[in-house]
């Protein structure tokens, strides 16, 4: 079975640009979250989605979006992007929605995002 | 508030030494998951091992084992005879999903650096 999959691998950005992430789950996976990893904070929930709507939200600006399409592909978007978004940014999937806690998160390899 | 606390930032062991590494969380939920990730550098998360809060056996898989300990908040990872392969930042993450809100998301704690030298 197919790992979870991350594209771009990596990607720099400007100040002010935006930026598309994309995420392809585990096949038969349902839900989708997103994850930031900095050197300063660790990793952070962003947010999760299941069944194209959106879950669960961490305490990140209103910069920072994210979709899921019927096939439980997901993209995230960061618009006017700043300095300190800079990081790994990780994508995990799992076969329920995470509040039922019965389910493993397994993570893809990330996509590490530079702004200049 | 949810916390997981990993106080030991890095440790360096020699080959087939034994090492712990240490984790105490703090929850107000009574149903809760505790897991525990390797991250080689590729960078990709790698699952070890979860546990639910009704569970307090420890187990064992190989070479790893872990022992959760309610009374104390902690659920420690020992790895025996350790490898260079080992090498890795591993996490220790929280997952809640009881009453008050509660939504399941991990809350990694900053993670141990385990080097093993040959």
């Known amino acids: 079975k197919a790992g979870v999959t991350q594209t771009p691998r990596y990607l720099i950005k400007t100040r002010g640009q935006q930026v598309t992430l994309s995420c392809s789950p585990i096949?038969?996976?349902?839900?989708v979250s997103w994850y930031q990893q900095t050197p300063g904070q660790g990793l952070q929930f962003l947010f999760e989605y299941f069944s194209e709507t959106q879950r669960n939200k961490g305490n990140f600006p209103g910069r920072f979006s994210g979709r899921q399409f019927s096939n439980s592909r997901s993209e995230m978007n960061v618009s006017t992007l700043e300095l300190g978004d800079s990081a790994l940014y990780l994508c995990a999937s799992s076969l329920g929605y995470l509040a039922e806690g019965a389910h493993e998160q397994y993570f893809g390899p990330g996509t590490r995002l530079t702004v200049t | 508030a949810q916390k997981v606390t990993q106080a030991q930032t890095e440790i360096s062991v020699v080959e087939k030494e034994d090492v712990t590494l240490d984790c105490v969380y703090e929850t107000r939920d009574t149903t809760y998951y505790l897991f525990w990730y390797k991250q080689p550098p590729s960078g990709e998360l790698v699952f070890l091992i979860r546990r639910n809060s009704f569970d307090e056996q420890n187990e064992i898989s190989g070479r790893y084992s872990w022992n959760f300990q309610k009374s104390t908040s902690s659920f420690n990872f020992t790895i025996t005879a350790s490898q260079v392969v080992d090498s890795a930042v591993y996490f220790c993450?929280?997952?809640?999903?009881?009453?008050?809100?509660?939504?399941?998301?991990?809350?990694f704690g900053k993670g141990t650096k385990l080097s093993v030298k040959p």
């Open positions: 096949s038969g996976h349902r839900s």
């Open positions: 993450a929280l997952s809640e999903v009881g009453y008050g809100g509660s939504q399941g998301n991990l809350i």
